[in-house]
T-cell receptor
């Protein structure tokens, strides 16, 4: 599975958009980009995934660059409840290998 | 989204005893379930992949005789930590994937916190 690189931590003001970057320069053609988040002491929660095209759902938007070597997760209006560790994972239909993720702190 | 439950949510046991953790998919049938372990301040580490009706596939470095996995039905997988020791104290999390889905969305349970005294 391709490796991902994410910033260790980020801050965001409540109500503003949170933009979380992820580099995955060794991604293969059949690997999807997945985003999960983990709120403290809970199981991870699926957010969104994409292959080539940008995706949007009720939680977030996923922007994937044309060369697929990086992506950005956008939380359009961050709330305090969005404070969590966000994991960017690239994987084909197989295992999810979690990296260290980005610890997002949403501040009032 | 689909719901995955775990039982118990926390357990404390004495060193040398065995502990069983259950993982259930509540509203879908899961042919594949996964078991993870997470130590404090660390990321999730995949331990094994559990396929219904067949032997689990363990990740490198995970002792299959210590962490026994059984996936006897399409809605239940169990992880048994045998002869537990304090270093096995951790947060154990399972996940399940719906069959036939082309991508890899997994639904995670709430986790089980194991403390071995």
């Amino acid at each position: 599975d391709a490796k991902t690189t994410q910033p260790t931590s980020m801050d965001c003001a409540e109500g503003r958009a949170a933009n979380l970057p992820c580099n995955h320069s060794t991604i293969s053609g059949n690997e999807y980009v997945y985003w999960y988040r983990q709120i403290h002491s809970q199981g991870p929660q699926y957010i969104i995934h994409g292959l080539k095209n940008n995706e949007t759902n009720e939680m977030a938007s996923l922007i994937i660059t044309e060369d697929r070597k990086s992506s950005t997760l956008i939380l359009p209006h961050a709330t305090l409840r969005d404070t969590a560790v966000y994991y960017c994972i690239v994987s084909p239909r197989g295992k999810l290998i979690f990296g260290q993720g980005t610890e997002l702190s949403v501040k009032p | 989204g689909a719901v995955v439950s775990q039982h118990p949510s926390w357990v404390i046991c004495k060193s040398g005893t065995s502990v069983k953790i259950e993982c259930r998919s509540l509203d879908f049938q899961a042919t594949t379930m996964f078991w993870y372990r997470q130590f404090p301040k660390q990321s999730l580490m995949l331990m094994a992949t559990s396929n219904e009706g067949s032997k689990a596939t363990y990740e490198q470095g995970v002792e299959k005789d210590k962490f026994l996995i059984n996936h006897a039905s399409l809605t239940l997988s169990t992880l048994t930590v045998t002869s537990a020791h304090p270093e096995d104290s951790s947060f154990y999390i399972c996940s399940a994937r719906e069959p036939g889905v082309l991508y890899n969305e997994q639904f995670f349970g709430p986790g089980t916190r194991l403390t071995v005294l």
